[in-house]
């Protein structure tokens, strides 16, 4: 077993254990980035001067009517700017905008003594504008050819011979929605500056040192006089990894001009219209398998929707296209990517970032022609499960195929599927009016970022002279417990109890030029980085150890806090070890450093192996659906997710739960709506607050909800055996839709193929409900030679992403 894998005697991790700042959360006192406003004194406040058309040139802006409303005290313009008016990567996100990209776009913002002074400021900002024509929806700019970014293109084998020997060949098209990230936490950053002109901001970020960089690039400074920190965030899921660099600059900006604190929180509407979301996709396909329902060949075209600039959406199509083959072998695949630039914010990182976009189009895929070929759904998937030896289609050997064969058949004992299937089968004869179905799908999700610099982490580890330990590292606590499992990970190292440890907020100062907290990396990539710094204090203290015990360095062990040597009596305790060691002047402090080995990834040829291993996953979930409405209800779920061997099994079980009840929002309830009309607010999003955006909550959870992890499941190279467990969960919901589809399938004869929208709302299920019960009479099953139309709902007014659907799938039996 190799050394960052193995896990010492009693070891910390593994051991069930509460959220670290679970106490503060239930009670309140847990301190985010706005509430440090109350803690700071003569707070300026920041408003934006929003723009409520979809895009125009800016003609003129007069600011003057705001400087005359009280408490206004400057109006942040481009003319303030003193370094690169930019807040993106890419540099295509002016931060004072000449041109109005989007409806709700920002153009100017009004720092004021009060929040009302500055809004009151803002609304008295004059704009003159010419408007210009706009594209809202994907389906614009496929047929306007509106694209920007890179255009991947992954390919492996001869799709044209496997079309030719493929025993059916089908196509379709399939569109699907974003999803708001709705944190708890709005986005908010608190900037200060001291006397010597050094900046220290207070952001909710995922990604506190390209906040830094952004930052320092606004104002034209050096990376060393800005200091970023993340206390903690109240939610993130991706949407904190780009879009709050912005946000802190004009913080930082005004803290500059005016040498008085700024605080800048963006209230929950302005969140909504200003912030980016998940990637809606369109994708165009054609399928083929062999006689025996194994793919022979797949061929698709990706677009996602990446709004007015390219932020995240380059990687995020990038994965998408990674993940498309999900758990199945396609051995010739011609896959394309390309991204829609649209008058609508820039959409971002969303947990699985293009990933679940990915794989649900395979799963819609196997779900619709499963009927035609005459097979259950189950078995389908089940035939075309990765095998040794087989490769992804951009070239990385699956090295565990057997993990995805044993949750799906994990999944299915503890489900007890079987048994369930036979008396679904009886309820659905004898009720003709509801109708239930059991689904079972798996996930293959790859982890690691895809671009391989970012596999990278350092730590800071402090041991003081009473034998406390500070840890400090480069990861963002965002409520998924990663502080928690860094506590477990030093605590383990070390051999000292968990108390002993404290851990510091996350800042640019004690540990430099990290990666973002995302990529469901945070845990491997920061935990191995501070196991590296705790080992090398390990091996300081266990040579003092030695000269204490007088024995060998390599026989003594530290464990619960008391070092000994093996086969002795002889001990000694941790604060004295420590002690001693000061004395002796042996460095308690440790920087650890871990760099992702065996990665290597060639963008342009679409080629290599970009993770580090696969995280594997199933779920069968089981739903009753009423005929008359479309309403349903989940019955039951249950999962079996592959984490390795857990550094913490409560927080990973929290995070599976968590994960897949906010997948199952984004495929059945989460639909967003944009004016896609001619009219006066073309562009807006209709859909901007809770009471029209419907999340998941407790009337949506499933009514029996089992999370298992598997066991002895130990991942050779990562941290203590572990597996990352923030994104994949997510996908298992797919397993909900795709029983929404058999329920609906249900009302009508066997062997009909149903499409289902998405976000399968009630509404999107009833219209499938209709499609089953006309028995879609033109579909003559596996052996059809001739092309027919899955009519879909275009003449019953099924909407989805705001727009009518006309464009019914095409299949055809080859």
Same mark, same amino acid.
């Given at each position: 077993?190799?050394?960052? $894998?193995? @896990? ?5 991790? *593994? ?10 959360? %239930? ?16 707070? =300026? ?10 895009? *125009? ?21 481009? !003319? ?31 720092? /004021? ?43 492996? /084998? ?19 929605? +974003? ?23 207070? $952001? ?8 830094? &960089? ?42 500059? #001009? ?13 969140? #909504? ?39 995240? $959406? ?68 089940? @035939? ?53 179905? =059991? ?58 109890? #968990?108390?002993?440890?404290?851990? !510091? ?49 390599? +026989? %003594? ?64 979930? &089981? ?18 997710? +592959? ?25 059945? =309830?989460?639909?967003?709506?944009? +004016? ?18 419907? =999340? ?14 598997? &066991?002895?499941?130990?991942?050779? *190279? !990562? ?7 923030? &994104?994949?969960?997510?996908?298992? !919901? ?67 992403? *705001? ?12």
């Amino acid at each position: 077993m190799s050394q960052l $894998s193995q @896990r010492p005697e009693k070891p910390v991790v *593994g051991v069930s254990m509460p959220h670290e700042s679970a106490n503060l959360h %239930v009670t309140g006192t847990a301190l985010y980035t706005d509430d440090l406003v109350q803690r700071t004194k003569d707070v =300026l406040h920041a408003y934006p001067v929003q723009v409520m058309k979809t895009h *125009g040139r800016i003609l003129e802006l007069r600011t003057e009517p705001a400087l005359a409303v009280p408490g206004v005290v400057r109006v942040l313009t481009v !003319a303030d700017v003193p370094g690169v008016n930019d807040a993106g990567m890419k540099h295509d996100e002016p931060l004072f905008p000449d041109m109005v990209m989007f409806h709700g776009h920002a153009v100017a913002w009004v720092l /004021g003594e009060t929040l009302e002074a500055a809004r009151l400021g803002a609304a008295a900002v004059e704009v003159d504008l010419e408007e210009l024509p706009s594209i809202v929806t994907l389906k614009e700019a496929i047929a306007a050819e509106s694209f920007h970014g890179a255009r991947p293109l992954m390919a492996i /084998g001869d799709v044209d011979a496997g079309f030719a020997d493929s025993a059916h060949v089908f196509s379709g098209e399939f569109q699907f929605s +974003d999803q708001e990230h709705f944190y708890l936490e709005t986005h908010a950053a608190l900037a200060h500056i001291d006397e010597g002109g050094q900046l220290f901001i207070q $952001s909710s970020t995922q990604h506190p040192s390209e906040t830094q &960089e952004i930052v320092a690039h606004v104002l034209g400074l050096h990376s060393h006089e800005v200091t970023v920190q993340c206390l903690r965030m109240g939610g993130g899921f991706g949407g904190k990894e780009m879009q709050p660099h912005g946000f802190a600059a004009i913080a930082a900006l005004g803290a500059k #001009l005016t040498g008085r604190p700024v605080r800048l929180r963006l209230n929950r509407t302005q969140d #909504l219209t200003m912030s980016g979301k998940r990637h809606g996709f369109h994708a165009n396909w054609k399928i083929g398998f062999d006689a025996d329902g194994r793919i022979r060949a797949l061929e698709a075209t990706l677009t996602s929707d990446g709004g007015w600039s390219l932020d995240l $959406s380059e990687p995020v199509t990038a994965r998408a296209l990674c993940h498309i083959d999900n758990t199945y072998w396609i051995p010739n695949a011609r896959i394309a990517g390309r991204i829609a630039k649209t008058n609508k914010v820039s959409n971002t990182a969303f947990r699985g970032f293009g990933g679940p976009q990915g794989m649900l189009v395979i799963e819609d895929i196997l779900g619709r022609v499963a009927p035609l070929l005459g097979l259950d759904p189950m078995e389908l998937r089940e @035939r075309n499960f990765y095998q040794q030896g087989q490769t992804t289609p951009y070239g990385q050997p699956v090295l565990q195929p057997e993990r995805i064969a044993a949750v799906w058949q994990q999944t299915l004992e503890n489900g007890g599927v079987a048994d369930r299937k036979r008396e679904i089968a009886a309820f659905n004869a004898a009720h003709p009016h509801t109708k239930r179905a =059991l689904a079972v799908t798996g996930i293959k999700f790859g982890i690691s970022f895809n671009l391989t610099a970012f596999n990278q982490a350092g730590a800071l580890v402090l041991i003081y002279k009473d034998g406390s330990v500070l840890i400090n590292h480069g990861g963002t606590e965002m409520g998924q417990g990663l502080h928690t499992k860094m506590l477990q990970v030093a605590a383990t190292t070390l051999g000292i109890p #968990l108390h002993k440890v404290r851990l !510091a907020p996350t800042r640019t100062d004690k540990v430099p030029n990290t990666s973002a907290t995302a990529a469901s990396s945070g845990a491997d990539l920061n935990g191995a980085a501070v196991k590296n710094a705790c080992e090398q204090l390990r091996e300081r203290l266990l040579q003092v150890a030695a000269s204490q015990l007088g024995s060998n360095a390599s +026989d %003594v062990r530290i464990v619960e806090g008391v070092a000994r040597t093996l086969g002795s009596d002889k001990e000694l305790a941790w604060d004295d070890l420590v002690h001693t060691a000061y004395f002796q002047r042996v460095q308690l402090s440790a920087a650890g450093y871990y760099r992702t080995e065996g990665l290597h990834w060639d963008a342009k040829s679409f080629q290599g192996s970009p993770f580090k291993y696969f995280s594997h996953g199933a779920a069968a979930a &089981e739903v009753e659906v009423d005929g008359f409405t479309g309403a349903y209800r989940i019955r039951r779920v249950d999962i079996v997710q +592959d984490v390795g061997d857990s550094l913490s099994p409560m927080i990973d079980i929290g995070q599976v739960e968590g994960g897949f009840v906010q997948g199952a929002g984004w495929l059945t =309830l989460e639909d967003m709506r944009w +004016d896609a009309t001619d009219g006066p607010n073309r562009g807006r999003l209709l859909t901007q607050a809770a009471s029209t955006y419907k =999340l998941p909550s407790f009337s949506e959870m499933p009514e029996e909800f089992n999370v298992t992890l598997m &066991e002895n499941a130990t991942e050779e *190279g !990562a941290v203590y055996g572990s597996k990352a467990v923030g &994104e994949p969960p997510l996908m298992l !919901a797919f397993s909900v839709r795709e029983a929404l589809r058999q329920a609906a399938a249900a009302f009508g004869p066997g062997g009909v193929s149903v499409e289902l929208a998405s976000p399968a709302t009630p509404e999107a299920v009833f219209w499938a409900i209709e499609e089953a019960r006309r028995g879609a009479a033109s579909q003559d099953g596996p052996d059809a030679r001739d092309e027919f139309a899955a009519v879909g709902q275009a003449s019953n007014g099924q909407t989805t992403n *705001g727009q009518a659907r006309t464009d019914a799938a095409v299949l055809s039996g080859a």
